[in-house]
C-alpha cells in the first residue's frame, strides 16, 4: 500500500480534490495495428474539464497506468499493462468540500471514507474492472462506510449490473445510469429522469466521454446545486466532444 496525504498545489484554494488514474492509451485498430500514443486516463480528462470550466481543483499523487485500448465494432476494450499498488487514503486529512473519485482499476482504497465530510463524486468504472481480460469486469461490493457516504454514484448500466443491489438507497440521493448514444437515467432524491442528447454523434471510438460527461456535471453542479441543469448541460457538452473525436486519431 502507498499512503496518501492531501497537499495543495497552489495558492488558489482548491475546492474540489480530485482522486483519479492517469495513463498512457496505446490506440489498436481492428487490425491489431497501434494507431496512436496519447495521454488519457480519469485524471486527463477531468483535469481538462475543471480547468475550462474555472474550478480549482488538486490532484495529488495520482497513479499511472499503460493502457492498451482495442478499437471493435462493439466499442472499445482495454487491458492493463502495468498495475500499480492500490493507493490508500488519509480521507480525513482531505479538506476541500468536495472530492472525485475515478479509476482505471481499484486504484484508490476506501477504507475510512467516512472520514471525509465534504460531498463524493464516484465513478465506478474502475472498481468492476478485471484489467486482466479485455472488456473483462468483476463484481464489486463496495464497503458500507462508502455507500453511506457517497453523494453521487455514475456508471454504465452494464457496470451498475456488477455491483450489489444499493440502486434504491442511491436514488434517493444521486445516481446517473449512462446508456451511450441514449443519454442516461438520472435519479435524484428519489425521482427519476430520462435524458437524451439533442443529437447522435457517430465517431469511431468514444475513449473519455464518459469522464468528460462526468467532468462538466460536477462542474456546473459545483456552480449552480442544481443537479438537472448540470446533467442537461454536461450531456451538451459531451456532444461536442464527441464530435471532435471523429478525427482525433489522426493528430
Known amino acids: 500500500m502507498v499512503l496518501f496525504y492531501y497537499l495543495p498545489m497552489d495558492s488558489t484554494t482548491p475546492i474540489i480534490t480530485i482522486l483519479a488514474t492517469e495513463a498512457t492509451d496505446k490506440i489498436i485498430n481492428g487490425q491489431g495495428s497501434r494507431i496512436a500514443i496519447r495521454e488519457g486516463g480519469p485524471a486527463f480528462y477531468l483535469k481538462r474539464v475543471f480547468r475550462k470550466e474555472k474550478i480549482s481543483f488538486t490532484a495529488p499523487f495520482p497513479p499511472y497506468i499503460e493502457v492498451e485500448i482495442h478499437l471493435t465494432e462493439k466499442g472499445e476494450v482495454g487491458r492493463v499493462e502495468n498495475r500499480p499498488s492500490p493507493i490508500q487514503v488519509n480521507f480525513g486529512k482531505i479538506t476541500t468540500p468536495f472530492l472525485v473519485i475515478s479509476t482505471i482499476l481499484d486504484d484508490f482504497g476506501l477504507e475510512g471514507i467516512s472520514a471525509y465530510q465534504g460531498k463524493i463524486f464516484l465513478d465506478v468504472q474502475g472498481y468492476v474492472r478485471d484489467g486482466n481480460h479485455f472488456s473483462g469486469k468483476k463484481k464489486w461490493r463496495p464497503p458500507q462506510e462508502f455507500v453511506n457516504s457517497c453523494f453521487c454514484l455514475k456508471g454504465t448500466s452494464e457496470e451498475m449490473s456488477y455491483l450489489p443491489d444499493i440502486f434504491e438507497e442511491q436514488k434517493q440521493k444521486l445516481l446517473i445510469l449512462t446508456k451511450g448514444e441514449n443519454g442516461c437515467e438520472f435519479f435524484y432524491e428519489g425521482v427519476a429522469y430520462s ?48 464530435s471532435g473525436c471523429k478525427d482525433v486519431l489522426d493528430k
Open 195 to 242: 435524458i437524451a442528447p439533442h443529437s447522435i454523434v457517430k465517431t469511431p471510438h468514444a475513449i473519455g466521454a464518459g469522464d468528460t460527461l462526468f467532468g462538466y456535471f460536477i462542474s456546473q453542479f459545483l456552480k449552480t446545486k442544481n443537479p438537472l441543469l448540470s446533467i442537461h448541460y454536461a450531456m451538451s457538452q459531451t456532444v461536442k466532444f464527441l
